[in-house]
């Protein structure tokens, strides 16, 4: 039987001696102890190990072929192709049918040809590449979150689902988002109206006093204009009486001519720091009640913030660029458009907000929102036919008109920043000292001494002579 198994073994490793073989590594050479276990063999999967024994065998067993395949190139030669990452036994017997050695196969993922991808897809990266049972073990540090994840995604072609992350990442991970939030308002309103009343003793007396057109054109406005003298205080601005005689004939002609302008700026900075792929919450403002009436018909309080609202989640994506995922608002109380119900006055709220994605690098800026607004209200009334009089039928016209214009733009700049030291920070509270007693109430002064070291220092001997600051003109 033995011989047997000798002569079909030569014959096989003859055939396979014409036939090249996939991936062969060199060859191995265990020390073979009776009856006891050799050290483990690591073989890549879907490579080939050859392994040379000390002692001839006669019958080879593999406990799991489903992780590495073996065959006989000769008595002392064995041919190991691992097939799936695991552990499985060799099993060599001996002539006699004694048992010579189990040996552990250890498959692992093949992480030569690993390395050479991820050199060639990151190259400079120091990452460090193990094997650790049937998976792959990453560590090192990185430059960048994105190439973390690159690498990720390369190991787990090799090994999926099978790898550990001990990679950490370099370089400056904080942000310092910039948002600058700008809003004009321009409001522009004209009007012109007129009124004519006619009164007097003609016609038997029986004229009675005869209105014409106009919002002015009220009983008291057209005797007022009738009587020749001015409107009272407050009456209108931008009205004037004209008033005469003609025999038992009185004329009054009252005209108004209105324009308004209106420019309203509004501006906004917000700074705020985080951590990259960390939330950051920023609000400036307050809190307003709300009263909400619950299902029991109790009323309860919620509070509503308004002010300016920023949160951010910034991710350092590789090097210096940014990816930055954010929602900023700004908000106000506006009572004119409020309500009252059940004796409580609720007043709503103005509210310009914006939530994006964007992706820019240090320093760089973008416009993330704008907005134009422009409503325009034209307005004419008249007397029927009367105003359709040529020159004349002016006096028997009113005409409105009105336009808003409001424009708002929301800029955004990140900035890769790192920690300084406390004395190189100041703040606005640090150039200003108390005064003493004789500042005070001899010198009129209600600061003192500016501070003349450190960073307050060095802030204190700025020359803010001028305009400076925000400044409207």
């Not at 409020?338 to 609720?346: A, L």
């Not at 409001?406 to 300084?420: A, F, W």
């Amino acid at each position: 039987m033995a011989r047997k198994g000798l002569i079909a073994t030569a014959a096989f490793g003859l055939a396979l001696a014409f036939v090249t073989l996939p991936a062969v590594g060199h060859s191995e050479t265990l020390q073979v102890m009776r009856g006891s276990p050799s050290s483990a063999l690591q073989v890549p999967m879907n490579r080939a190990v050859v392994v040379e024994s000390d002692t001839p065998f006669t019958e080879l067993s593999i406990a799991n072929p489903g992780i590495a395949d073996i065959s006989s190139l000769s008595d002392r030669t064995i041919y190991v192709l691992g097939k799936l990452p695991g552990r499985t036994t060799l099993t060599l017997l001996g002539a006699d049918g004694r048992l010579i050695t189990n040996v552990e196969v250890q498959v692992t993922p093949d992480i030569a040809e690993f390395k050479e991808r991820l050199e060639q897809i990151l190259p400079g990266e120091p990452i460090e590449v193990r094997t650790a049972n049937d998976g792959i073990v990453l560590s090192g540090t990185v430059s960048s979150a994105a190439r973390l994840d690159r690498a990720l995604e390369l190991a787990q072609r090799y090994a999926p689902d099978r790898v550990s992350n001990l990679m950490s990442v370099g370089g400056t991970q904080q942000v310092m988002l910039r948002v600058r939030f700008a809003e004009m308002q321009r409001s522009v309103s004209k009007s012109l109206s007129s009124s004519l009343g006619v009164s007097g003793s003609a016609l038997g007396g029986n004229l009675g006093i005869l209105g014409g057109n106009g919002t002015l054109n009220t009983a008291s406005a057209v005797t007022t204009a009738l009587g020749g003298t001015n409107l009272g205080s407050g009456t209108s601005s931008g009205a004037y009486l004209f008033g005469f005689n003609a025999g038992g004939l009185e004329v009054g002609l009252l005209l108004e001519a209105l324009e308004e302008r209106g420019v309203v700026r509004t501006l906004a900075e917000p700074n705020l720091t985080a951590l990259s792929g960390q939330e950051a919450k920023f609000l400036a403002g307050g809190e307003y009640p709300v009263p909400v009436s619950q299902d029991s018909g109790s009323v309860t309080v919620e509070y509503k913030p308004f002010g300016v609202e920023l949160n951010f989640i910034p991710r350092v994506v590789d090097g210096d660029l940014i990816n930055l995922e954010l929602e900023a608002s700004v908000s106000s109380i506006d009572p004119s458009n409020g309500f009252s119900v059940n004796g409580f006055t609720i007043d709503a709220f103005r509210k310009r907000e914006t939530s994006t994605t964007v992706e820019m690098r240090d320093g760089e800026s973008f416009a993330i929102a704008g907005l134009l607004a422009d409503d325009f209200t034209d307005l004419n009334n008249q007397i029927p036919w009367l105003g359709d009089v040529p020159v004349l039928g002016a006096l028997f016209r009113s005409a409105e008109y009105a336009r808003q214009q409001t424009e708002l733009v929301i800029i955004v700049t990140p900035h890769l920043v790192t920690p300084t030291r406390g004395e190189a920070l100041a703040l606005p509270t640090d150039r200003v000292t108390l005064p003493t007693e004789r500042d005070l109430f001899l010198m009129g002064r209600v600061t003192g001494d500016a501070p003349t070291t450190g960073a307050a220092g060095e802030v204190a001997r700025q020359d803010f002579s001028g305009s400076y600051g925000y400044v409207l003109e």
